[in-house]
């Protein structure tokens, strides 16, 4: 049996093709890279012998046997292991919206899945939806209509590309919007699938989603007070 996991990796910017180059010849099939900067002080970096802040973003979804073999390249061609290098660490989805993305995240693999045992019981789900950029909007008011308060737009760059396309039979722009939205598990199910019916891969938007499960939240009290009973009092 296996899972499925959400990749997340950050490393010195100039050592980002390194890591693509990484993630290219592991096969991971599914790929968006963005930009960010640390937060270190100038005086923490020069201790460091870091020249800059800037950090790539690498985000995948990959097979626990993908991993394994990233991880192992990731040690052994760079050295992530040594301080200041980077830094890859996974999250074990919850779900995927629908199988054209079970098909492209398991391309070439033998996934067989298992039961989703871990964290099942949590309130709060991460819908990650990853798009053609511009068309976040599009994605957002599908979720809407199905119960979702809103979401947080990341523009990255698909570095998988080419696979995906042959893949999938679709034509596919490199520039992506990736949105993030956090929802109550209960209505999870159908957010997704209204994304799909209305931003899913036969759309112009081309989405693709999945989720995560959250243990805890903060700053959601709204989202809570909804769920609370109104208008029933005990006799």
Known sequence: ??????????????????????????????????????TASSERLDMLGIEDAEKG???????????????????????????????AFTIPLS?????????LFTRGTDFEKEEEAVLKETKYELIVAVCEQGYSETVMDAAKKAGAGGGTVIRSKGTGVAAAEKFMGITLASEKDTILIVTRAAVKNAIMTSILKEAGPESRAKAICFSL?????????????????TGQNEA
Do not use: H
């Open 1 to 38: 049996m296996s899972r499925l996991y959400f990749a997340v990796a950050i490393a010195q910017r100039r050592l980002l093709p390194k890591f693509l180059d990484a993630f290219r010849t592991c096969a991971v099939p599914f790929q968006n890279v963005t930009l960010g900067r640390g």
């Open 57 to 87: 973003v690498l985000l995948s979804v990959l097979t626990d046997g993908v991993w394994l073999q990233l991880k192992k390249k990731l040690v052994r061609d760079i050295r992530i292991d040594v301080p200041g290098t980077g830094i």
């Open 95 to 103: 779900s995927v919206g629908g199988r054209t993305a079970m098909r």
């Open 213 to 229: 499960p959250v243990t805890d939240t903060a700053g959601l009290r709204l989202q809570e007070e909804d769920e609370e009973p």
